[in-house]
């Protein structure tokens, strides 16, 4: 791997040196035959593998149950009393799916790629982690502040794994907040965040020979809809510069009990992504009044409309020490050299950033666009080792 014999000291040197790629992908194969998958859930074994790793190499471990088999992992690599560098991730994976050409739980290593579902998103990346926080310790170098890995359950569905570890402890402690999801090793700084907007309409059932005695909720589902696509195209003329447009996107639709009876009830469930300084709760109010304005009532049709789901965005500024300190950390472990960048995709780094008030920014292995939730999902063991290099780098420059 090169580097530059300017950008690095002796002891960076020695501790790049204790990072062992073998190592990494050994973890991450393990994590990767581990069960995990959400929905249904089930994290357990996963965070369980993870941390007998990091009780191995010496970091102070603790699994802390957020719901039945559905723990947290903390994993500190311990220092002075200095604001510390929190790395975040998590430990669930979305379901296999169809597709595959290879054992989606073997951990096949073959041609540079390690393959398997959540290799990219984000095993590797929390492989990436241990390894470079235990090549830290090995180093026996004395750290100004400590170094938390924390992996949550529930990223992929309802952030319960985040939310939980918000509310158990001030999080405001650190100086920085690496979010180790895949990046293509690009420096991230802004995200959009996530809502789960569900929409309930309920109308009256009748003989589908005389739909004229009824209320038809699918029709007004259908209105719905219709007026969620508008939005979307409206969305498309404020976009951040970084992270792209706010969207919507109908991803499931429920209704009625059989062909020959007027429609009582249909639910329309849709994604809502937000940009970095949008309120999930105005959001929820804007959704209300559109709907409103539709007047289905004028149709015998009532609807709700909820939010079981938000996750915040965030933007760390190009110009904050934190983000040159990531960025600096990346191109010294031979990272491509990329500029900063924004996400399309959200994150769990937005709660830290909005709760905590700490910077934020985004850095892992693997692309989340050409690898995350697909077929044959990989990640290139030239990545793992790269950002493991970053991860140790940064804690070095930041704490040491």
């Known amino acids: 791997m090169p580097d530059s ?29 581990a069960p995990g998958g959400n929905p249904p859930g089930g994290e357990a074994a996963k965070a369980e593998v993870l941390a007998a790793a990091c009780s191995d190499r010496g970091l102070v471990t603790t699994l802390t149950e957020v719901e039945p088999s559905r723990p947290n992992l903390s994993a500190v690599l311990g220092g002075g009393p200095a604001r510390g560098l929190l790395v975040l991730g998590h430990t669930d994976v979305v379901p296999v799916g169809a597709g595959w050409t290879v054992d989606p739980f073997g951990g096949v290593l073959r041609d540079g790629r390690l393959y398997g579902r959540g290799a990219a998103d ?58 180790a999801e895949p990046t293509d090793l690009q420096t991230i700084i802004a995200a959009r965040g996530d809502a789960y907007v569900e929409i309930t309409v309920r109308g009256r059932a009748a003989h589908s020979g005389r739909p004229s005695d009824g209320a038809n909720a699918i029709y007004g589902a259908a209105a719905v809809i219709a007026e969620l696509e508008r939005w979307h195209d409206e969305l498309a003329a404020n976009a951040h510069p970084l992270a792209g447009a706010a969207s919507w996107s109908v991803g499931q639709v ?56 938000e996750m915040p965005g965030f933007e760390t500024s190009a110009d904050h020490a934190f983000v040159r300190a990531v960025d600096d950390a990346l191109r010294a472990a031979g990272g491509p050299g990329s500029p900063l960048g924004g996400w399309s995709a959200a994150c769990e780094g937005g709660f830290i950033a909005r709760d905590a008030g700490v910077p934020v920014v985004v ?33 070095l420059r930041m704490l040491r």
Do not use: N
């Open 363 to 395: 850095l892992g292995p693997g692309s989340v666009s050409r690898q995350a939730h697909r077929a044959d999902e990989s990640v290139t063991v030239h990545d793992l080792l790269v950002v493991a290099r970053a991860y140790a780098l940064l804690a």
């Open 5 to 33: 014999a300017s950008t690095l000291s002796v002891g960076e040197r020695d501790v790049l040196d204790r990072i062992d790629l073998d190592e990494i992908v050994s973890l991450t194969q393990a994590l990767v035959q």
């Open 254 to 309: 429920r209704g009625g009990t059989g062909t020959s009876i007027v429609a009582a009830e249909c639910v329309v469930q849709a994604d809502r992504r937000l940009l970095p300084a949008e309120d999930a709760a105005v959001v929820l109010e804007q959704v209300r009044a559109r709907i409103k304005a539709l007047a289905l009532d004028r149709r015998g049709l009532t609807v709700d409309a909820s939010m079981p789901m």
């Open 122 to 179: 984000m095993l590797g990346g929390l492989a990436a982690c241990v390894v470079a926080m235990a090549a830290v310790k090995r180093a026996q170098v004395t750290l100004a502040g400590s170094v938390e890995l924390a992996a949550t359950v529930d990223e992929e569905d309802l952030g319960l794994g985040i939310r939980h570890y918000m509310a158990t402890a001030d999080r405001s402690a650190y100086a920085g907040c690496v979010v």
